[in-house]
Structures are given as structure tokens and as C-alpha cells.
């Protein structure tokens, strides 16, 4: 199968929390994190986005450690 991607590489910070779901998620559907990651991005509702002349403000994390940066292709 030939899937032509418009490729554009991501760094993201998750917390290792974040980080150990991933991996136990992905560990157990067999599927890579970039897909899952791909088909969580498109499951994003932006309509109502697109009305706001402000944008939507993102809730600050209750982790307190470090993020791991992890890097998405």
C-alpha cells in the first residue's frame, strides 16, 4: 500500500504519565503511536473553532514532573 503523506515532524512534551499510556496502549492494539496519534488528531471537532474570534484555552496539566519529549514522524 502507497500512502503519499505530506510529511511534517512534531516534537511533543508528555509527562511520563502520558508517555506510559501511550506505550501500554499502543503495546496492546499492536498499532504504532503515530497512527493512534494521527486518528486521535482527526477526531478533533474544529467547527466551532472556526466561529471563535477567541481561541479555546487549554487547561494547564496536574502533573507536576517533567515531560518527556517524544518525537512523532
Same mark, same amino acid.
Given at each position: 500500500?502507497?500512502? +503519499?503523506?505530506?510529511?511534517k !515532524?512534531?516534537?511533543?512534551?508528555?509527562?511520563?504519565?502520558?508517555?506510559? +499510556?501511550? %506505550? !501500554?496502549?499502543?503495546? #496492546?492494539?499492536? *498499532?504504532?503511536?503515530?497512527?493512534? #496519534? *494521527? %486518528?486521535l488528531? !482527526?477526531?478533533?471537532?474544529?467547527?466551532?473553532?472556526?466561529e471563535? +474570534?477567541? /481561541?479555546?484555552?487549554? +487547561? /494547564?496539566?496536574?502533573?507536576?514532573? %517533567?515531560?518527556?519529549?517524544?518525537? #512523532?514522524?
Amino acid at each position: 500500500m502507497n500512502k +503519499k503523506w505530506a510529511i511534517k !515532524r512534531i516534537t511533543i512534551n508528555l509527562a511520563s504519565t502520558e508517555s506510559e +499510556k501511550l %506505550e !501500554r496502549y499502543c503495546a #496492546i492494539t499492536g *498499532r504504532p503511536a503515530t497512527d493512534v #496519534i *494521527r %486518528e486521535l488528531i !482527526r477526531s478533533l471537532e474544529v467547527t466551532h473553532l472556526q466561529e471563535s +474570534k477567541h /481561541p479555546v484555552p487549554m +487547561k /494547564p496539566s496536574s502533573v507536576t514532573h %517533567e515531560p518527556q519529549p517524544v518525537s #512523532i514522524v
